[in-house]
C-alpha cells in the first residue's frame, strides 16, 4: 500500500484539507457520499403482488367461467340477475379479502422496517480551508481530511495519516468482535479487509484513540457499498412455500378441468351431443370443486402467525416466509451479538500461582470469584484485590452500570472489578492518575500512573503477557513481592498458552510504585523493574439461551452452523461451549476454504460447524453448497457482509439493533431482540402454522370433490340433481369457513420441536391423500343413502335434497375434528381445547338450521322442514365422518403426494 505522502498525493489532498470550491467540484463528480437503496415498494405494487400466485389465477378464471354462466341463466330468465352473478361475486369477494390481508401485513412490515434504519452517519468532521468543520456525511468527497475521535462514526472508507491509539469496531463489515488497532504505516498489498490496519471504513466506529484520515472512497465504491452492489446481484429465489402451494394449485387446477372435460365427454359418449344444461353443469361443478376459500385462509393463518412472531421479537417481510422457518434444515448463525452477547466478559484469572474463575456474563456486575469451585471473597485476597484494582485503573473506558463507552476490553476488566466491589468511578477519586503511557500496536502495552491515598505513585501496566513479563524482576504473591524466578516465568508462560487455548484474550498486568522525582513518566524510568501480579483471560462469551436453544434445534434435527469473521480457535471455543462444535466436526477458515474444490467442499459441507475468518464470497458458497444439497438454510447477520448470504439463504435473518441497513434490506425476518433463541421460537412458530395449514387443507379438499362427483353422476345417469348450486354454494363457504380458519389457530397437539424437519421435497399433499379419498368416499356413500330415503322412501325430492344437504353440512362439521391431528382421532385428541374450532362449529351448524327453518331462506334454497325420524336418518348419516380416523388413513400413501 502507498505510503501517506503517496496517498495524498494521488488523492490532490493536503493535511490543510480541501477548498470549499474544490470539494464542491469533487462532489459534482463523485456524487454524494450515500448508499443506493433498493426502491422500496409502493402500496399499489405490494397490493398488486398479492394477486401474483396459480391459485389466484384459477380463481380469476373461475369468477370468468361463473360470469358466463350467469349470463347464460340471466339470459334464459331462469334465475333473478343477481342470484345468477352470485358464485362470481363471492370469489371476487373471497380474492379482494385475501389480497387485502397479505397487503396490510407486508405494508405493514416494510413500516417496521424503516423505524429500524439508524445506520447513516450523519455527520462528519473534516478539514476545510485549513479549518476544522462538521459537514453532513452526505457531502463527504474522496479527498477530504476526517477527524476521528472516540465514538465516531467513520462516513466513508479512508487511509489513516495520524493515529493516536486509534481503534476501531468494524464487526459490521468484518465479522471481527475484538477492536482492531490502527496505524498509519505502510503495509503490504492485496491484504483481506480485517488486516488493513493503514485504513478505516464507512460505517465502522471509532472505540478509542484519536486520529486523522484521508478519505479515499465514497458511497457505492467503499468496502460497505462494493458489498451492497453484491447484494443487488443476488437473485432472491422463490419461498419454498410459495413454490409448492403454486404446484398444489396447478394440479388442482388439472382435476377441475379433467373433470369437467370427463362429464362433457361422457354425455357426448351416451347421447352423441352436448346439450348447453350438461356443459353449464360441468363448468358449474368444476368451479364449485375449486376451494375459494383455500388462498384466503392460507394468508389469514400467515398473517395471525406473523403477527405472534412480531410479538416474540421476530418481524417477518414476506408472509411466505413465516411457514418457510418451520422447514428448516440448516441455520447458519453469525457469532458476534447473535450467539454471543458481544460484551467481552473475564472468564479467568491466574493471581497468586492458581486460577480463579469467574462467573457472569456480559456487562452485568453480578458475578463470584471461585478456585476450585470453592467461592473466594476478593477483599480477602490481596493478590486478586491488588490486580482488579490495577485493571480498573490502567484503561480509559468508562461503564455507567449499563453499557460500555471505549474498548470492550477494558469494558471487560471495569466490570471484573465491580464483581469484587471495585468500582471504577470511585478508586478514580482515589487514585488521581497523574500520568499515561498510551498503548500503541508497536508496544502491546499501557501504562497508568496514579497518587495513592497514602502519597505513594502507583504506575499499573496491562498488555501482552510476553511484552509484560519482560519488564517484570519481581512477582506478587500471597501478599508480598518475590523474586520473579526462571521457573515462575516458564509456568506464567505456560497458563497464558493454556488460556489462550481455551480461546481467551489474555493480558497480564503488573505495577510499580515510583518515587516522586522519577522525572517525566516515560517508558525508560516506568516500565521496568515492575512487579508481575498476574493474567487476565477474556471473551465475548453465548448469550445465556443460546446452549438451551441450539440443543432444541439438534433435538429438532435442524443442524447450527457458526460463521464469523473471528479467529478460528475462538470460534471453536465458543461453539463448543454453547454445543455447535464436536469433536467429529470440522471447523476450517476462509483461507482453508479458498484451496477447497468445489466438488470437494459439496461432499464435506455437511460437516463442517464452524467458519471462521470468512468474506462475503465465502458466505454465499456456503450458502449454495447447502442448497444444493437440499437444505432449506436459514442465515443470520447484522454487518453489510452478510447481506448477500442473507439474500441467498431461503431465510435470511436479520438483526433489528445492530443491524445495517443493506442487512434488513436483504433479509426475510428481522430480529428486533438480536437473539438467537428468538429464531428458534420463530422456527417453531413457523411448524405451528404449517401444521395448521395442512390440517385445513385436509379438511377442504376431504369435502370440496364429493359434490363434484356426487352432483356429475347423477346428471350424466339423468337422475334428479341431489344439491342445488346455491348449496354448493353454501357448502363451500358458509359450512366451510368458519371450521378451516379455527383450524388455522388450532393450538399444538405434540412438541413439534421433537422430530426432524419435514423434507424439503415433501408436497403438501404429503401422507394425506387416502385419508382425503377415504373421506370423500364415506360421504358419497352417505349422501348417495340419504337420498335414496329421502327420495325413493319418503317420496319427496325436496326431502331428499334437505336431507343430502343437512348431511353434507353436518359431515363436514364432524370430520373436521379428525383433521387436527395427523395420528390421533376425535376422542383422542378432545373437544375443548380449541374454543375458535368449537364457536365455528356452533356458528355453522347453527346457520345450517336457519337456512332449513327460516322462510326467506327456505325459499332460496329450496328446502323443507323435517320430522323427528328424518332427524334421526340424518344425524345417523353425519356422524359417518367419525369413520374417516387418522390412524388408518393418514399412513404413508401413494406418491400422488409428490
Not at 267 to 286: D, G, K, T, W, Y
Request: hydrophobic letters at 45%; proline letters at 4%.
Amino acid at each position: 500500500m502507498m505510503k501517506v505522502e503517496d496517498a495524498l498525493n494521488v488523492l490532490d489532498s493536503n493535511l490543510k484539507g480541501l477548498s470549499d470550491e474544490e470539494a464542491s467540484l469533487r462532489l459534482q463528480r463523485h456524487g454524494y457520499n450515500e448508499f443506493e437503496k433498493r426502491k422500496r415498494a409502493s402500496p399499489l405494487r405490494i397490493f398488486l403482488l398479492q394477486f401474483k400466485n396459480v391459485f389466484t389465477l384459477i380463481l380469476f378464471a373461475a369468477i370468468a367461467v361463473s360470469l358466463i354462466s350467469g349470463w347464460f341463466e340471466a339470459a334464459a330468465e331462469t334465475h333473478a340477475t343477481l342470484e345468477a352473478y352470485a358464485d362470481a361475486l363471492v370469489i371476487s369477494a373471497i380474492v379482494f379479502l385475501n389480497a387485502v390481508v397479505g397487503f396490510i401485513q407486508e405494508y405493514r412490515s416494510e413500516k417496521a422496517i424503516e423505524a429500524l434504519e439508524r445506520m447513516a452517519a450523519p455527520r462528519a468532521r473534516v478539514f476545510r480551508n485549513g479549518r476544522e468543520v462538521m459537514i453532513p456525511a452526505r457531502e463527504v468527497v474522496p479527498g477530504d481530511i476526517l477527524i476521528l475521535e472516540a465514538g465516531d462514526r467513520i462516513p466513508a472508507d479512508a487511509r489513516i495519516i495520524e493515529s493516536v491509539e486509534l481503534r476501531t469496531n468494524e464487526a459490521v463489515l468484518t465479522g471481527e468482535s475484538l477492536p482492531v488497532n490502527k496505524s498509519a504505516e505502510t503495509l503490504f498489498e492485496n491484504l483481506p479487509i480485517s488486516e488493513r490496519r493503514n485504513m478505516v471504513f464507512a460505517a465502522t466506529h471509532v472505540v478509542y484513540g484519536r486520529g486523522k484520515a484521508v478519505v479515499v472512497a465514497t458511497g457505492m465504491n467503499t468496502e460497505f457499498g462494493k458489498i451492497a452492489k453484491m447484494v443487488q446481484t443476488v437473485e432472491k429465489e422463490e419461498i419454498p412455500f410459495k413454490i409448492k402451494l403454486d404446484k398444489f394449485a396447478k394440479k388442482i387446477g388439472l382435476v377441475v378441468v379433467a373433470a369437467a372435460i370427463l362429464i362433457i365427454m361422457l354425455e357426448f359418449i351416451r347421447n352423441s351431443a352436448v346439450s348447453i344444461e350438461i356443459f353449464m353443469v360441468s363448468v358449474a361443478l368444476a368451479v364449485s370443486a375449486v376451494p375459494e376459500g383455500l388462498p384466503a385462509i392460507v394468508t389469514v393463518t400467515l398473517a395471525l402467525g406473523a403477527r405472534e412472531l412480531a410479538r416474540n421479537n421476530a418481524v417477518i417481510r414476506r408472509l411466505a416466509s413465516a411457514e418457510t422457518l418451520g422447514s428448516t434444515t440448516v441455520i447458519c448463525s453469525d457469532k458476534t451479538g447473535t450467539l454471543t452477547k458481544g460484551e467481552m466478559t473475564v472468564r479467568q484469572i491466574f493471581v497468586d500461582k492458581r486460577i480463579i474463575d469467574v462467573t457472569g456474563s456480559g456487562y452485568n456486575i453480578r458475578g463470584e470469584f471461585y478456585v476450585n469451585g470453592k467461592q473466594v471473597n476478593p477483599a480477602e485476597e490481596p493478590g486478586l484485590h491488588f490486580l482488579l484494582l490495577g485493571g480498573a485503573l490502567c484503561s480509559n473506558a468508562s461503564f455507567d452500570g449499563n453499557a460500555i463507552v471505549g474498548d470492550p476490553t477494558e469494558g471487560a476488566l471495569i466490570v471484573a472489578a465491580a464483581k469484587a466491589g471495585i468500582h471504577k468511578t470511585k478508586v478514580e477519586s482515589e487514585y488521581a492518575r497523574a500520568g499515561e503511557i498510551p498503548f500503541s500496536s508497536e508496544r502491546k502495552r499501557m501504562t497508568t500512573i496514579h497518587k495513592s491515598p497514602d502519597n505513594r505513585y502507583i504506575a499499573f501496566t496491562k498488555g501482552s503477557p510476553e511484552i509484560v513479563l519482560q519488564l517484570c524482576n519481581r512477582l506478587y504473591q500471597d501478599g508480598r513481592e518475590t523474586k520473579l524466578t526462571d521457573e515462575d516465568m516458564d509456568l506464567i508462560l505456560r497458563k497464558n498458552e493454556e488460556m489462550a487455548g481455551q480461546a481467551l484474550r489474555v493480558l497480564a498486568v503488573a505495577y510499580r510504585v515510583l518515587s516522586e522525582a522519577n522525572g517525566g513518566y516515560v517508558e525508560d524510568n516506568v516500565e521496568s523493574n515492575m512487579v508481575f501480579l498476574g493474567l487476565v483471560g477474556m471473551i465475548d462469551p453465548p448469550r445465556e439461551k443460546a446452549r438451551e436453544s441450539v440443543r432444541l434445534c439438534q433435538k429438532a434435527g435442524i443442524k447450527v452452523v457458526m460463521i464469523t469473521g473471528d479467529h478460528k480457535l475462538t470460534a471453536m471455543a465458543v461453539a463448543r461451549e454453547i454445543g455447535i462444535y464436536k469433536e467429529s466436526d470440522l471447523a476450517i477458515t476462509g483461507a482453508e476454504l479458498d484451496n477447497i474444490p468445489e466438488a470437494e467442499f459439496e461432499e464435506i459441507v455437511e460437516k463442517v460447524t464452524v467458519y471462521a475468518r470468512v468474506s462475503p464470497e465465502h458466505k454465499l458458497r456456503i450458502v449454495k453448497a447447502l442448497k444444493k444439497k437440499g437444505h432449506i438454510v436459514a442465515m443470520t447477520g447484522d454487518g453489510v457482509n452478510d447481506a448477500p448470504a442473507l439474500k441467498q439463504a431461503d431465510i435470511g435473518i436479520a438483526m433489528g439493533v445492530t443491524g445495517t441497513d443493506v442487512a434488513k434490506e436483504a433479509s426475510d425476518m428481522i430480529l428486533t431482540d438480536d437473539n438467537f433463541a428468538t429464531i428458534v421460537k420463530a422456527v417453531e412458530g413457523g411448524r405451528i402454522i404449517y401444521n395448521n395449514i395442512r390440517k385445513f387443507i385436509r379438511f377442504l379438499l376431504a369435502l370440496n370433490f364429493t359434490e363434484l362427483i356426487l352432483v356429475g353422476s347423477f346428471a350424466l345417469a339423468g337422475l334428479p340433481i341431489p344439491l342445488l348450486p346455491a348449496m354448493i354454494l353454501w357448502l363451500n363457504l358458509v359450512t366451510d369457513g368458519p371450521p378451516a380458519i379455527a383450524l388455522s389457530k388450532d393450538p399444538p397437539l405434540e412438541d413439534v420441536m421433537e422430530r426432524p424437519p419435514r423434507s424439503p421435497r415433501e408436497g403438501l399433499l404429503h401422507e394425506m391423500t387416502l385419508f382425503i379419498f377415504a373421506a370423500t368416499i364415506i360421504q358419497l356413500i352417505a349422501e348417495i343413502s340419504v337420498f335414496w330415503w329421502g327420495y325413493m322412501v319418503l317420496g319427496s325430492l325436496e326431502k331428499a335434497r334437505t336431507m343430502v344437504f343437512l348431511v353434507a353440512c353436518l359431515y363436514e362439521l364432524v370430520v373436521v375434528w379428525n383433521c387436527r391431528s395427523e395420528s390421533k382421532n376425535a376422542f383422542k385428541v378432545g373437544f375443548l381445547n380449541n374454543k375458535w374450532l368449537l364457536a365455528a362449529t356452533l356458528i355453522s351448524t347453527l346457520s345450517t338450521l336457519a337456512v332449513i327453518y327460516i322462510p326467506l331462506l327456505r325459499v332460496l334454497f329450496n328446502t323443507v322442514p323435517l320430522n323427528g325420524s328424518e332427524w334421526a336418518v340424518v344425524i345417523f348419516f353425519s356422524c359417518w365422518g367419525f369413520f374417516a380416523v387418522p390412524e388408518i388413513f393418514m399412513r404413508k400413501t401413494v406418491k400422488l403426494n409428490n
